[in-house]
């Protein structure tokens, strides 16, 4: 859903702009059936899934939660999505199985 989705897209973005083109990345905000193709699914689930096993998941994890920590305003961005690694592991295995999505 949405409150999951923009941090997990944000994170994709920000350790995949090597796979993904600059369209790609900006339509990852928006529901306009924008689609990613299974080659770049497959890829970005290889980053993933390399992320997950050497800590850098669980670190962003760790740092999005202490950033939500200090936040004191209702309405921050981080406040209001979560990040887990859990999410990130079923996204993984998703694109890993997808054939490709659109995003909407």
């Known amino acids: 859903n949405c409150w999951w989705w923009r ?10 702009h090597d796979i993904l083109s600059d369209k790609d990345i900006m339509a990852g905000s928006f529901n306009d059936g ?4 299974q080659a770049k699914a497959i890829k970005i689930a290889k980053r993933l899934r390399k992320n997950i096993s050497n800590g850098n998941v669980e ?5 999005w939660k202490k ?8 309405d921050s961005f981080s406040k209001n999505y979560p990040f887990a690694v859990k999410n990130v592991e079923e996204f993984a295995t998703f694109l ?3 054939g490709g999505f659109s995003i909407c």
């Not at 941090?7 to 995949?16: D, K």
């Not at 924008?34 to 193709?37: C, D, G, T, V």
């Open 34 to 37: 924008h689609s990613i193709s």
């Open 67 to 74: 950033q939500q920590a200090k936040d004191t305003a209702k």
């Open 7 to 16: 941090p997990l897209w944000g994170y994709v973005c920000e350790t995949s």
């Open 96 to 98: 890993e199985q997808c």
């Open 59 to 63: 670190k962003h994890e760790k740092e």
